[in-house]
């Protein structure tokens, strides 16, 4: 069995702790396994000796996973579903047709709300277009990890409570971390080390490990406080802090703790063990709520295995541990509670010697990594137990039950028109924005190679995807709208799958685009064909019509002017579940740059983008390898006759949207460019 893991973070994050230890102790039940890190696989020796491989993204999404038997993973486990880990598993589970199940460590909606500082609630009302161009690769989009969920074929939660983000009926199991070995044999004590920090024997040191972010920045303020106060008291007391702070936990309090904080900022895991030795107890601060109800801090299960007494909330962890024998609770949580915790371990020291070994014990017992790898290696034994699917992909749609007609467009037959559909119906995931790939080409030239060779550029990228984001997210026999099909190639073809299809292009070789009207309607009779421009006032459809309005190559050659008119239109046609998907032509550098970047911009608000979505997408295009550019032998078509020095070569990339119905005439009017070159070629 080859298990892929995809974590969402290096190996300098928590989760790949976790994974590391998991991972090591399935090659010993006899699985094959490789981990992906978005960046810098070897810093795995940070951890130890893997026994697995691991790999960064990028080798990921080339299938190069290294698997002994030249393979592909069996299954896929995505350690949480935040975006980055959603598109790349997604992405492998389409490519090698296998299943995936999500690990769940955290309250995701309330990480992402915390982050992004707008209530979960909120956050989801705004919708999926918008979204996409706030939520960045490490959080969890509020819309699509739903989703991803529900296409899992199972999950594992770290925390019973998690089971609540669930489909109901999914195969999962609760299954709780394990310590690092090198925590159970700490020295009771490390007075070299308290000598080379100037802290006296009889100073009572707290030790803390882990990093302050929006979600825990009250809780970290409440242990400097307390701290703090038990300073104020007269005790003699330390806290020695590891971590990275991504929100300032001290604030107007910097000073008022100073004297009693040591700050040691990051440090690699394998000098830990001894700074935690110097501890006379351990403080995991926090109460009840949102985000700890959910969550199993990374950091306990070692504290506890450590023998030190451990204070912690009455929530997570701390419902299944007994007070002031395994640990002591924190009832109120906030810095006074803290202190008076902290202050009654000082002064018994046999209630410390007592939880630390209770606290120890229960660790031993039942934070094993043994324990959970099994609870994982039968997780994967179930999911791989169950039926197949529909050509091994997730939630595909039949195909229809009547005959596919033979296509009139002479490149593609009914065969192989079948197959494409069987492949992409209902499981082709789509995001609301992206942009056009290598990869995506490549599929498309292994499977609609007839669409992915026709034109020779950019469109041989576009075509097909247009095609499958359709076939992906719009269901049999709806009625369909391209505007400015040219020729109606994708009109046809999906037509062919039983669609209702119509087709409204002026045919007056705007943007070089053909003028054969009699020509198209003659060869193409299935199709609808209105020749006339597609503006706010047609009035040749009711109102909400269309399951899905669509485009190819079309929008950039409209004016920004006219675009509101044109969006008008999609929003009073679409039905309220309607899509509407378009391939753009895009200029990301060289003559034109600058207008193309104006007019896309309006283009995505309309759509319901935030602002500054383009210079974000902008971005990911220029620095992702896998970007589909148009070719030199594409820019010489398009330049045709005219000199070179009139039509340089510049860098021209596919943006693709696929988004519900705009937000339309109630959408706050975008910017206008200026007048500029209103066509790309």
Known sequence: MNILFVNYGGFESNSAVHIFHLANQLVERGLDCAVAVPEKPERVSFLGAARFRSLAYDAAEALKFGFANGEGPSLIHAWTPREGVRR????????????????????????????IGVPAKRLRALGPARLDGMIPPGLSHPIHYREFLKEAAGATVIMDRLLEFLPQGSLSEVAWPGFDPIFASLPERNPELRYGLSIAEDEFVVVYTGNTHASNLEEMRSLYTGIGLLGSRGYKIRLIRFGTDYCDPLDSIRETVRPYCIEMGFRSRETLPGHMAMADALVQPGKPGGFNDYRFPSKVPDFLVS????????????????????????????????ANKLELLIREPGLRKQIG?????????????????????????RVLSLPPRSSGRAACRDLPVRRIRNPRW??????????????????????????????DFCDSYDHLHALATEAHDLKDCQRPWVFKAILGTVPYGARLLEIGAGEPIIAELLSCLGHDVWVVDPYEGQGNGPVQYEHFCKQYPDIHILRRQFTED??????????????????????????????????RLLKPEGRSIHAVDHVLRGKGAEWHKANAGCLLELCGFAGGTLDTLEHRMAQDPDTFYLSAEGHNRWRGT????????????????????????????????????????
């Open 88 to 115: 790349l598993v997604q992405s492998i589970s389409q490519a090698c047709g296998c299943r995936y199940v999500v690990h769940l460590e955290d309250n995701e909606e309330e990480i992402t709300a915390n982050e």
């Open 538 to 571: 047609i009035d040749a459809f009711d109102a909400e019509t269309f399951d899905c309005i669509y485009s190819n190559s079309v929008l950039e050659h409209i004016p920004a002017s006219e675009l509101r008119g044109i969006f008008g239109a999609v929003n």
């Open 357 to 381: 070994k209770g606290g120890r014990e229960f660790a031993q017992r039942e934070l094993g990594w043994k324990a959970t790898a099994a609870k994982f290696c039968g997780l994967y034994h």
């Open 410 to 439: 002479p490149r593609m037959d009914a065969r192989t028109l079948e197959a494409a559909a069987s492949r992409y119906a209902g499981c082709f995931p789509v995001d609301a924005l992206s942009y056009g790939t290598v990869r």
């Open 307 to 338: 023998g030190r007494p451990v204070v912690l909330p009455r929530t997570n962890i701390g419902r299944f541990l007994r007070d002031r024998e395994e640990c002591l609770h924190l009832d109120e949580g906030n810095a006074i509670d803290i």
């Open 642 to 681: 005219k000199p070179y020095d009139e039509f340089p070569m510049r860098q021209v990339v596919s943006l693709q949207i696929s988004t519900g119905r705009p937000p339309g005439s109630n959408h706050a009017k975008p910017r206008i460019p200026d007048p500029g070159p209103s066509v790309v070629r």
